[in-house]
């Protein structure tokens, strides 16, 4: 089974052993298992967080409470009993490389993060468990205003500007996994651009899981201030665990007057985790906002990224991939809501399913009253590998206005026999002739991705496709 | 002896119906023989079943490359690559778009296994400048803008191109044995002058060709040793090249009168496909 990185070991043993391995690192502090107030406040404490945020978790940790598991999606095997909500891996957070403990380091290294920092990163904050540990931002960046940094650190040190939006864009009261996320929360990236500053980098973060039974709870906030441009990249590899892991982030983002803001990610998840996120954006005024979205691995993946387009002229892109293989289910998808006129949205998303696994497409158009003249472009096409996997789509779309355009188009397609017949007819065996057509089927969105994630998606599809044909 | 594709009482199954009716071909290395018959007649359903199409089922006969030692090697035996890397080669006369994955990343994968057989999946490919270096050379050759080769693999392509592809595709794989199925149509009159011109340079005497084809042009620069006409799933006369211009200049009277049974098979397999969409 190739999704069983252990077991696929013919071509790139040193490959697959990249993605399969754990440090022993020392752990400074390790909250207890399950949830509850107490554990919470703990949590602030050692933080040593402001009075408002831990009231903020505390109310969160209420709402959680009072909020029944959602009953669409996937099945949700959670004991929330069962896990460390937080985990400190060492006190202090580096502030160059020489200073990150040597364990960590070596994790890191076999991620190649050093070596792609030097050449394409603006910015590197690698999360290891629930800390951001390394940080660094080019100094031209830092001197135009560019702020980077991980989310806790933003509590302290911009707090006036972090509390403007935390939790305004995805209340807690959103959904049971944001609320749990508001209440538990550690790390996660902090991105405030000034007016008018364009990145040209791609910024970056790794989120890694790294202890067993431990959720991660990164929270995400993006402010991108009148004109100014960024793209955000974060991926994710995770070791493999036997016992189930909760991952469940939450991602905010502003998009001002004119900004434009791309947020790619490409999560890899071992098979035991369940990947439950939510990722909102608003777009104002002739914003651009663009969700890039690539989902493998996991027991269970739900997500929707939503753009909320709030003025005219705003636009709101969503592509996604997701890669469902024996016992994953890939419940991925989408929303836009026009909210003024003149907005602009487009959703692609390709999903392919493989031996036994499942993806799904849910998503959502929502035109508001008023909305007139808005555009939005939905696409979906699933590509099922064999009759033991399933694909399904479920596409909603609310309009509440007449003068607008809405298209939806969805294919469910099999690997052609012609089209392996052809390849193979070229001297690529069977299996290398489907991974070829995977991964022309996924090309118009790793075309969008930064180069060294495009070879990183390629590969890890290859992965997925070892041994899929018998 | 000379190393040649032995085919003989070749019998090929669609969907349970019987298409080929014994057929009978040798092509020997350096060869070049044409391949003619009405449309229907079963001549590319002979290019997939030598190249292994799973849905052409063989029910008898026997398909060997034979070695210039003797060597008989049972190509029935093998899957659609292992006959690749054997040395053989289809050019389709309607090729398969591959959306997404782009010509030159294909080419890179494929001649690598053609080239090196035992190459396991995963193994290096091909390193990346000289194979840029060749392709580059070879697009030349047949006139080809380099771009070309970033394109997707015959997505969207015209007709002509489609079939420029395929001869470039048979150039950068230098196979033992090439079958071209119609890789004069859909081609402009120079493009078909250029192509003959081409498969000739290519070929040269290295390669045994069969040329499958209803013109006589792309035969100008490749005289075939013999030509043969297939009607009603069997190769019922063979001649040399002046065949081709008759047939290409009277049609396929003569032959059905000289013929009978065969041209009734082609009659039966003409009722058959009629039936066919009241059946299904
Ligand atoms: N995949 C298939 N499914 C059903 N019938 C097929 C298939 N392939 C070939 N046939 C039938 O077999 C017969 C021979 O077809 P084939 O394509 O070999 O003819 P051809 O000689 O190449 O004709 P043309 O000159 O038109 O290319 C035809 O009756 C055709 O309909
Ligand atoms: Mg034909």
Excluded at chain 1, 102 to 117: N, Y
Excluded at chain 1, 218 to 240: F, S
Excluded at chain 2, 93 to 105: F, H, S, Y
């Amino acid at each position: 089974m190739a999704t069983d990185l252990q077991e696929s070991s013919t071509l790139a043993l040193g490959e697959i052993n990249k993605y399969d391995f754990r440090t022993d690192t020392p752990t400074v502090f390790k909250a207890q298992r399950g949830l509850s107030p107490e554990i919470v406040s703990q949590i602030s404490e050692m933080k040593r967080e402001p009075g408002w945020m831990r009231d903020f978790r505390l109310k969160s940790l209420e709402i959680f409470n009072s909020k029944p598991m959602p009953h669409w999606g996937g099945r949700i095997g959670v004991d929330f009993q069962d896990i460390f909500y937080y985990l400190k891996p060492a006190e202090q957070q580096g502030k160059t490389w020489e200073d990150v403990p040597e364990e960590i380091k070596k994790t890191f290294d076999r991620l190649g993060i050093p070596e792609a920092e030097r050449k394409f990163l603006a910015g590197v904050k690698a999360q290891f468990e629930s800390e951001v540990v390394y940080g660094s931002l080019q100094e031209d960046l830092a001197k135009k205003g560019v702020i980077f940094t991980d989310t806790d650190t933003a509590v302290r040190e911009h707090p006036d500007l972090l509390r403007e939006y935390f939790g305004t864009i995805i209340p807690p009261s959103d959904n049971k996994f944001a609320a749990l996320n508001s209440a538990v929360w550690s790390g996660g990236s902090f991105i405030y651009v000034p007016k008018g500053v364009s990145i040209e980098f791609p910024l970056q973060a790794y989120f890694r899981i790294n202890a067993e039974s431990m959720g991660q709870f990164e929270r995400t906030l993006i402010i991108v201030d009148e004109g100014a441009q960024v793209h955000y990249v974060e991926g994710c590899t995770a070791p493999m665990y036997s016992t189930e892991s909760l991952h469940s982030a939450v991602v905010e983002i502003v998009c001002k007057k004119h900004s434009r803001c791309r947020y790619t990610t490409i999560q890899n998840w071992a098979n035991n985790i369940y990947n439950l996120v939510t990722k909102r954006a608003v777009a104002y005024e002739g914003a651009m906002m663009e969700w890039i979205d690539g989902n493998l691995g996991s027991q269970l993946t739900m997500k929707y990224p939503a753009v909320y387009m709030m003025e005219p002229g705003a636009r709101g892109e969503i592509l996604s991939i997701a890669f469902a293989s024996a016992g994953q289910h890939q419940d991925a998808g989408a929303k836009l809501v026009h909210a003024a006129p003149n907005t602009f949205g487009r959703i692609v998303s390709k999903s392919i399913s493989k031996n036994g696994g499942r993806s799904s497409y849910r998503g959502l158009v929502k035109v508001e009253p008023g909305a007139k003249k808005s555009r939005s472009s939905v696409v979906c096409d699933a590509l099922i590998l064999d009759d033991k996997s399933r694909s399904d789509t479920y596409p909603y779309i609310e309009i509440e206005e007449q003068d607008v355009s809405i298209g939806h188009e969805a294919s469910v397609s099999k690997i052609g026999e012609e089209q392996l017949f052809y390849l193979m007819s070229r001297g690529l065996s069977e299996a290398e002739a489907s991974t070829m057509i995977v991964g022309g089927f996924i090309e118009p969105l790793v075309k969008e991705l930064p180069m060294e994630y495009a070879v990183e998606m390629n590969r890890l599809i290859e992965l997925q496709m070892e041994g899929s044909v018998g | 002896m000379n190393e040649r594709l032995e085919i003989e009482n070749l019998h090929v199954a669609v969907e349970g119906s019987e298409i080929l009716k014994g057929v009978n071909l040798t092509i020997g290395r350096g060869e070049v023989h044409a391949l003619m018959g009405p449309n229907g007649s079963g001549k590319s359903t002979l290019g997939y079943a030598i190249m292994g199409h799973p849905s052409y089922e063989v029910t008898a006969g026997s398909i060997m490359l034979v070695d210039a030692d003797g060597t008989a090697h049972d190509v029935l035996e093998m899957e659609p690559d292992g006959r690749a890397r054997a040395g053989i080669f289809l050019a389709f006369q309607r090729p398969m778009a591959i959306p997404g994955v782009r010509l030159a990343d294909f080419l890179r994968h494929s001649v690598t296994n053609v080239r090196d057989p035992d190459r396991k999946e995963g193994q290096e490919l091909m390193p990346m400048r000289e194979f840029r270096g060749e392709l580059k050379d070879k697009m030349k050759e047949l006139s080809m803008d380099s771009d070309f080769a970033r394109r997707y693999v015959n997505d969207g392509f015209s007709g002509g191109e489609m079939k420029r592809a395929e001869i470039l595709q048979l150039a950068m794989l230098r196979p033992r044995f090439a079958i071209l199925d119609e890789t004069d149509s859909g081609l402009d009159a120079d493009a078909v002058r250029l192509a003959s011109e081409s498969i000739a340079r290519i070929g040269g005497a290295e390669m045994g060709i069969l040329i499958i084809t209803h013109h006589e042009q792309l035969l100008e620069h490749n005289i075939p040793l013999k030509t043969h006409v297939m009607l009603g799933g069997r190769i019922v006369e063979s001649g040399g090249p002046e065949l081709a211009a008759e047939l290409h200049k009277q049609g396929y009277e003569r032959i059905r009168k000289a013929y009978p049974e065969a041209a009734a098979a082609e009659e039966e397999m003409e009722a058959e496909r009629r039936l066919e969409p009241a059946a299904s």
